[in-house]
């Protein structure tokens, strides 16, 4: 494995390789990476001839100064699961590098950044995508991975490149969890054990409206209804949100009833668990939705 932290190293070696006609596939992270990261790579590798990670601590997407100082990142760990791995280049992004001298060109896309987190951590996805694209201009990839575990993030980048015209598939890559069911994230290191014990509560309210939508029961009222009363149960947790929305679009479902929307529905939630934020959904698909308006004449009527 090659460590670069050079900007213009990476692109060059980059270059080279496309000059060789090798493919590549790119995993942009901000550190601490853990076996969600680590099935990203996987999959880069599966796919492409060779696979850069970047691991760069964005400053721009993070809300507040304390919350960018404690983000628990260890470049030495870092770099030893990219070599685990089988990681091809790591790039180890520097902020004299990317955040230039008086930087001021920003990357905004601007309704799918509007709901859910974009609600709650303005300027969040502006830094994002402004850093997302910086990385694709450096390593140029035929295919860059990203987790659904951050759905609206993946649909962010997905439709920067779709607007953008950039020649890289964007790869959508299944949330990684615990054996109880919480999503792996850098910042479960910070939960204290109370903490912990309460994060549960988020894939459990999850599934309880996943469940209850797939019986049929459509109103989106009730379904967030749902949600909200399952993450109550757990006092520790201040809920941010919980929502349920067209997977396509982010926006809420006319009327108030959840249609066979194209990209299918989104149940997603936002926590607090003592100073700690979590973030998870579910995505259920078209198809899913299809066979269970089958089961019940009452989804979306
Ligand atoms: P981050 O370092 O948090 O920016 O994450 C880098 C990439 O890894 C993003 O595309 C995330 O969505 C993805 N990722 C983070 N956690 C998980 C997980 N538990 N399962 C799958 N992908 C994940």
């Known amino acids: 494995m090659r460590v670069i932290s050079r900007a213009h190293e990476i692109q060059a070696w980059t270059a080279c390789l496309r000059r060789a006609g090798r493919s590549l596939g790119f995993v942009p992270t901000l550190g601490g990476l853990h076996e969600g990261h680590a099935s990203l790579i996987r999959l880069a590798r599966s796919e492409c001839d060779k696979v850069v990670v970047s691991v760069y601590l964005n400053p721009t997407q993070f809300n507040s100064p304390s919350d960018l100082e404690r983000y628990p990142a260890r470049a030495d760990e870092d770099l030893a699961l990219c070599e685990r791995e089988g990681v091809d280049f790591a790039y180890l992004g520097r902020r004299e590098d990317l955040l230039v001298d008086r930087f001021q060109s920003w990357v905004e896309v601007e309704r799918l950044t509007r709901p859910l ?30 987790g659904l575990k951050d759905f609206q993030q993946a649909r962010v980048v997905s439709r920067m490149v779709r607007d953008l015209l950039w020649d890289a598939e964007v790869r959508l890559v299944p949330t990684v969890r615990e054996p109880d069911g919480v999503a792996l994230s850098s910042r479960n290191r910070l939960l204290s054990p109370a903490a912990r014990n309460a994060a549960p509560a988020l894939i459990r309210a999850l599934s309880r409206a996943r469940d209850r939508l797939a019986r049929g029961d459509g109103d989106v009222a009730a379904l967030e209804a749902c949600l909200r009363g399952a993450l109550a149960e757990e006092p520790l947790l201040k809920v941010e949100y ?9 926006d809420p479902f006319p009327d108030g009833k959840v249609t066979e929307a194209d990209g299918g529905v989104l149940l997603a939630v936002a926590a607090w668990a003592e100073g700690v934020r979590l973030i998870d959904n579910v995505w259920v698909r078209p198809e899913d939705l299809r066979s269970s308006s089958r089961s019940s004449a009452t989804l979306g009527s």
Do not use: I, K, S, W
């Open 117 to 146: 987190c974009g609600a709650f951590r303005p300027g969040h996805f502006r830094g994002v995508t402004t850093v997302v694209a910086q990385l694709f201009h450096l390593v140029r990839p035929d295919r860059a991975y990203f």
């Open 242 to 250: 919980a929502e349920v929305v067209d997977a396509e679009t982010l």
